[in-house]
């Protein structure tokens, strides 16, 4: 059976971007400034950057760095993995 490595550490960081989207929607509803929308949205995207960011760390650090010692099929598997996910952020 495989296992993945915790991600645990991320969930602060992704209750705040909960948080902040949940303050969108409030301001949308009472029609609040649209930059101050934008704003809060802006701090949402970064948090939900940040925890994406340590996911893929997480991912580097234990998923790809075992699979640099296994065998080349499963270690071009996972580098094809991350240039895939890599190429949909153009």
Sequence with gaps: MKTHPSHVSQIAKLNRAIGQLEAVRRMIEEQK???DIMT???A???AIKS???GVLETHM??????ACNAEPEQRNTHINEIMTLLKKYE
Aim: glycine content about 0%; aromatic content about 6%.
């Design 40 to 42: 809060q949205l802006r």
């Design 44 to 46: 949402a995207r970064s």
């Design 33 to 35: 400034y649209c930059v």
């Design 51 to 53: 925890v994406e960011l």
């Design 61 to 66: 650090h234990t998923c790809l760095s075992n």
